[in-house]
């Protein structure tokens, strides 16, 4: 009998004791750990990356049986009066960039420097009335004959027609940048973008920040990449 009465109050004392457990604050903060670990798991697990979302570690297979990881991310935002256009440069470990806006995608994979003081450099950027092409085409534009007398010119054997130019910021991730692109000032005045095509399509890609640095390639068509992986660096 009395070995039964020592067991129910043993038992008796274990609920107390769990009761007053599950009510403390320790045991509430254990709680909110625990769930918020889960939902990270499940938040990871449900990650769907697209061009547009890309992010460091992501891992992109494209059509043509080619696969790369993305290196490094460039979230860019241009405003121009109240109106805000943001759009995501993603780098590829093999030398590619990944172009998401709301006006399409395209893939570059070749590019190259322009720097400061050499002849290509300067025939960017010289004034309008030495036939500099981003100052005589925005020159254009203020007087409203872009349309009417549109500027070409020539780069990498092809006929490119100026299309835009703008400044932006641009918030940096993953991988250390290299040349120009390391050199984005927190300033959207010192960050110059200026895009061009050409009548085969390819499409042409500029930033000018200390030098400048141009891309070629093309749009991204609807089944040029086969699948997107979400990488650990992502989910981390």
Not at 74 to 98: H, I, N, P, Y
Not at 131 to 148: C, D, P
């Amino acid at each position: 009998m009395i070995g039964l009465i020592v067991l129910v109050a043993l038992i008796v004392a274990g609920f107390l004791l769990f009761s007053r457990l599950r009510s403390s604050p320790t045991a509430d903060r254990a709680a909110r750990v625990a769930r918020s670990r889960i939902d990270d798991v499940q938040e990871t697990k449900a990650r769907q990356p697209t061009v547009e979302t890309l992010q460091p570690g992501d891992a992109v297979s494209f059509s043509d049986g080619s696969d790369a990881v993305v290196a490094s991310v460039l979230e860019c935002q241009e405003e121009v009066g109240e109106r805000a256009t943001s759009w995501r440069w993603s780098f590829l470990d093999d030398q590619k960039m990944l172009a998401a806006a709301a006006a399409g995608k395209a893939l570059y994979d070749r590019s190259e420097i322009a720097h400061q003081g050499s002849e290509l450099f300067q025939q960017l950027v010289a004034e309008a009335g030495q036939g500099g092409i981003l100052k005589l085409f925005e020159q254009r534009v203020r007087a409203g004959t872009v349309g009417s007398n549109p500027l070409t010119f020539e780069h990498a054997g092809l006929t490119f027609q100026m299309r835009s130019t703008g400044t932006f910021t641009a918030r940096a991730s993953g991988k250390p940048l290299g040349e120009v692109w390391r050199d984005i000032s927190p300033q959207a005045g010192d960050n110059v973008y200026f895009e061009a095509e050409a009548p085969t399509g390819e499409r042409l890609l500029g930033v000018w920040t200390s030098h400048i640095v141009l891309l070629i390639g093309r749009p991204l068509g609807a089944t040029d990449i086969d699948a997107i992986y979400p990488g650990t660096e992502a989910s981390a």
